[in-house]
């Protein structure tokens, strides 16, 4: 089964924060344990380029929008695979592939009768790219502010184009009703159908006076398309959309903040349906990263630049993927600690993955080669801890996954206590302890993948699905470094 795993694309405005880098670091996560349960998965990441936002920071800057986005993009491409993300494409919305997949989407849809010329008057966030109801605005000192950035909006008063999405109000809440798994956790499934209960027409169109970088409605040159419609189509333009190529992914499974729950679990499967086209599989959503009760994001100032997050150092690296993975924000936000990070490195990494490993190896490369047998018992109790794995991956708990993993390498050390193998000189106890260790590396791998494939190749075994993993075979262990030094905050 092939398993197709989106990010939203990124606004290239400024450099990526650590809010950003979660979702994608979750996305690599579901991917790579995708692969380890059996599946061919493949990530899709990229760049939302277009926009007044985007035109706005390249003015000021005295750049072309596209000089601005050039420049910015390798900020992500960078980050991304300093933080040992894998992707099979990095989209950018100013590809001219991409752009022409929009034309083709829009002409489509205005040909189908799913586009009229109307006006627009309503409060908008520049940041947010979007429109709001006054009943969603924060209201403070005669102001309206963005409920997301608590930045005052503007009133903006002029022609578009809509789309006539309110005509599928009763379809979209039928489905969001009936498929209990499209949307997870299941809590994020109220709130979506909120948005369906005042859902109107969407506007899609920008005058080309205000917002000339952008992709042009090919039936109207006086007008761009909104961003928001020019970036949900990426995740068809990326696979091939519309070549009969893209069915040999779709449908996807997206992962998404809780901010863009309204478009992609409202919005884009109505837009699909206009299309002719199937609904995503799965829409994932998490909460937010906060410092200080707020939202990590662009516009807090004292957020975290994942740029000078990290050092030249793989520990930095494993500190953080592993703290994000353990301490996830799913269902709800999450307060982003860096003593917790120093101090789950330091107690799980180090003193109870790292410890158990380094203790079987400097064991075991004595003999450079380690035969036995799996003893039934060994196995009986790796089967148990493991056992719930197929429900981790079906729900999508990161934390819990990370729980498990670590309750395997705590077996190791368990093990390795009662056997005591630097007494006892049974080769068959030092090959259960490989054994159980690379039950663990493989386990590992989603979370912290450099580290996961460097010690198995140091015990001489290949990263193989889980189903293989519990063949017997022979260890060829050679020396091994400490695999998590402590971090010294």
Not at 390 to 401: A, C, H, I
Not at 469 to 487: A, D, G, N, Q, T
Request: charged share 30%; with cysteine; hydrophobic share 40%.
């Amino acid at each position: 089964m092939r398993v197709y795993i989106t990010t939203p694309i990124y606004y290239p405005n400024d450099k990526p924060h650590i809010g950003s880098l979660y979702t994608v670091v979750l996305a690599d996560f579901l991917t790579k344990l995708s692969k380890i349960m059996g599946y061919e998965a493949y990530m899709l990441t990229g760049l939302d380029e277009h926009g007044y936002k985007i035109y706005r920071s390249a003015k000021e800057l005295g750049k072309s929008p596209l000089e601005f986005v050039d420049e910015m993009q390798k900020y992500f491409r960078e980050s991304w695979e300093r933080f040992q993300v894998d992707y099979f494409r990095f989209i950018r919305t100013s590809d001219k592939q991409h752009e022409d997949v929009v034309k083709y989407a829009i002409e489509m849809l205005y040909e189908k009768g799913y586009i009229y010329k109307g006006k627009y008057a309503g409060h908008y966030c520049v940041k947010c790219e979007a429109f709001y109801p006054t009943s969603k605005l924060i209201k403070e000192d005669n102001k309206y502010l963005c409920p997301i950035h608590n930045k005052e909006v503007e009133f903006l008063d002029e022609e578009t184009y809509y789309l006539k999405i309110s005509e599928f109000k009763d379809w979209i809440k039928s489905f969001i009703i009936s498929n209990k798994s499209f949307i997870t956790p299941k809590g994020y499934r109220n709130e979506a159908i909120s948005y369906i209960n005042e859902l109107g027409d969407l506007s899609i169109a920008r005058p080309r006076e205000r917002v000339p970088w952008a992709v042009e409605v090919p039936f109207d040159k006086d007008f761009t398309v909104y961003v928001w419609i020019d970036a949900l189509l990426n995740y068809l333009s990326a696979i091939g959309w519309p070549d009969d190529t893209y069915k040999d992914f779709w449908p996807a499974t997206h992962i998404i903040g809780k901010d863009i729950l309204k478009f992609h679990t409202v919005v884009w499967p109505i837009l699909l349906k206009m299309l002719d086209m199937e609904p995503p599989r799965r829409v994932i959503v998490h909460g937010f990263w906060t410092v200080k009760g707020l939202k990590i994001g662009k516009s807090v100032k004292d957020v975290i630049d994942i740029t000078k997050l990290y050092v030249d150092s793989l520990d930095n690296v494993d500190a953080y993927r592993y703290y994000l993975m353990r301490n996830a924000p799913i269902e709800k936000d999450s307060e982003l600690s860096l003593d917790g990070v120093y101090r789950v490195y330091n107690d799980e990494l180090a003193d109870i993955i790292g410890n158990g490993f380094r203790r079987v190896t400097t064991l075991a490369m004595k003999k450079s080669v380690v035969r036995g047998r799996v003893d039934p018992e060994v196995l009986e109790k790796i089967r148990n801890i493991i056992k719930d794995l197929n429900g981790v991956y079906s729900k999508f708990l990161p934390s819990q996954y990370v729980i498990l993993t670590l309750k395997v390498f705590k077996q190791l050390n368990e093990y390795l206590q009662e056997k005591q193998p630097w007494k006892n000189r049974d080769e068959n106890i030092l090959y259960n302890a490989l054994f159980i260790a690379k039950i663990g590396l493989t386990m590992l791998y989603p979370i912290l993948p450099e580290t996961s494939k460097k010690a198995m190749n140091i015990i001489g075994t290949p990263l193989k699905p889980l189903k293989y993993v519990f063949l017997e075979e022979s260890f060829y262990v050679r020396e091994s470094p400490i695999l998590f030094p402590k971090i010294r905050d």
